[in-house]
């Protein structure tokens, strides 16, 4: 059974740094065969798209709300996947979460009904 457990959020001021991590276990393919993405929510709204990156990391894509403060990466050797997040601010608050999808072409997705996968979430608060 394929699992993501995310880790690394916080409670952090305006202008502070963080970094998000999502490991995968129970794959059927090797994690290489998979892409990642992160979706935020927050407090009475809907879950958001934030970053996707494709099997190889060659491809990513980041929401042009975080764009130029959010990077994407991954460790293919580590089965894990990251979301730096710098300048951060009070609208990032949110539930993070990581996903996950066999993907057959090394490319993004940026599609919430795209991913089979997801974690349970982890908390950020950016507190002004």
């Known amino acids: 059974q394929v699992q993501l457990v995310e880790s690394g959020g916080g409670l952090v001021q305006a202008g502070d740094s963080l970094r998000l991590s999502c490991t995968a276990s129970g794959l059927t393919l090797t994690f290489s065969s998979y892409g990642m993405c992160w979706f935020r929510q927050a407090p009475g709204k809907d879950r958001e798209f934030v970053a996707a990156?494709?099997?190889?990391?060659?491809?990513?894509y980041v929401a042009d709300s975080v764009k130029g403060r959010f990077t994407i990466s991954r460790d293919n050797a580590k089965n894990t996947a990251y979301l730096q997040m710098n300048s951060l601010k009070p609208e990032d608050t949110a539930v993070y979460y990581c996903a996950t999808r066999e993907a057959v072409w090394d490319t993004v997705a940026f599609l919430l009904n795209e991913y089979a996968y997801w974690g349970q979430g982890t908390q950020v608060t950016v507190s002004s």
């Open positions: 990156i494709s099997r190889s990391g060659g491809s990513t």
